[in-house]
């Protein structure tokens, strides 16, 4: 059983690499590649807050004005800000594309943009998704840890702004973790490596959200080994962003709970979370820090080691 299948990107990707090019072992040594990830994330940092600060402008600037305003381009004065967070990620998209192709040499395909499926891809990484994050919600109201209510009146338009902005942030985190650190990484070494330090790195970019503690990050980097496996076995990055944007979208958008300690505003449903069970519902970090997604993110990583793929996946 292949339990860490390496897709032909991978190998791609290492033949192209300036070492392999010189007949030398492809890639750079573990440490001076994590330095160099380290580099390009703080690079992505500082130009996404720039751009952050730029785009948030009509907000700061609105907020000075008596009568207070109470929509920006139509959206809610608290949605511009929460779609401003989300579009500012395409920054990371842009430079770590840009790190690939013309540092690393790489051609975008070895990133998992093909073009093969990729619609089919989404749709049912979107379906994925979504049906992950209800399985979560459903152990949760199985033992009696939430109640879920309708949060009365929401703005279609809003919600469906606010999903492409969850599109361009579950693209953004997934180009970086796994289409540029973990195949940069599996160029050189077993993909099992690539799979582990991703999604530790994964984890730790959670590190600062608010209410976080251990079983949160243990989820996050369960989540982030999910989306590595879902990589290698479609050897695209299509399915993985959109599993991740509608695990995000579904979680805060239409069940109204926070995604990763942060709050939304604007949702289909309110779910309250029983404090004396948090442990299950995860409590102040949302279903994120619970039991409930560490049982249905362990088991969604069963099924990609022990499940054969479809053949039309």
């Not at 785009?55 to 949605?79: C, F, N, V």
């Not at 361009?168 to 070494?189: A, F, K």
């Not at 251990?214 to 982030?224: D, K, V």
């Not at 442990?279 to 619970?290: D, H, M, R, T, Y």
Request: hydrophobic content about 55%; proline content about 3%.
């Amino acid at each position: 059983m292949q339990i860490f299948n390496r897709p032909k990107i991978i190998d791609e990707a290492a033949s192209s690499s300036y070492m392999a090019r010189h007949g030398k072992k492809p890639g750079l040594f573990w440490l001076l590649d994590l330095l160099l990830v380290f580099g390009v994330i703080f690079t992505v940092q500082i130009c996404a807050s720039i751009a952050y600060l730029i785009l948030r402008l009509p907000y700061d600037m609105r907020m000075k004005m008596i009568p207070y305003p109470t929509s920006i381009l139509g959206l809610p004065l608290e949605d511009y800000v929460r779609f401003v967070d989300l579009l500012v990620t395409a920054v990371t998209t842009i430079l770590v594309l840009i790190f690939i192709r013309f540092v690393q040499m790489r051609k975008l395909r070895t990133a998992g943009f093909v073009k093969k499926n990729a619609v089919k891809h989404y749709l049912i990484g979107l379906v994925i998704g979504a049906g992950m994050f209800a399985a979560a919600v459903g152990i949760c109201a199985l033992f009696g840890t939430i109640k879920i209510s309708y949060a009365g009146g929401f703005n279609p338009v809003v919600i469906l702004v606010l999903f492409l902005g969850w599109m361009i942030q579950g693209n953004s985190e997934e180009v970086l973790c796994r289409g540029y650190i973990m195949v940069s990484l599996s160029r050189r070494y077993h993909v099992a490596v690539g799979v582990f330090i991703n999604s530790l790195l994964f984890g730790a970019l959670h590190l600062a959200n608010p209410g976080v503690s251990a079983l949160p990050i243990i989820n996050i980097c369960l989540f982030g080994i999910v989306m590595s496996l879902m990589f290698l076995r479609t050897g695209n990055i299509w399915m993985v962003s959109a599993l991740h944007t509608a695990w995000n979208f579904v979680q805060g958008n239409v069940f109204g709970v926070l995604v990763s300690g942060g709050d939304v505003s604007e949702k289909i449903l309110s779910t309250e979370l029983i404090e004396s069970k948090a442990l299950i519902n995860g409590g102040v970090f949302g279903l994120e820090g619970g039991l409930a997604v560490t049982i249905v993110l362990a088991v969604t990583i069963g099924v990609l080691i022990f499940v054969k793929p479809c053949k039309d996946i």
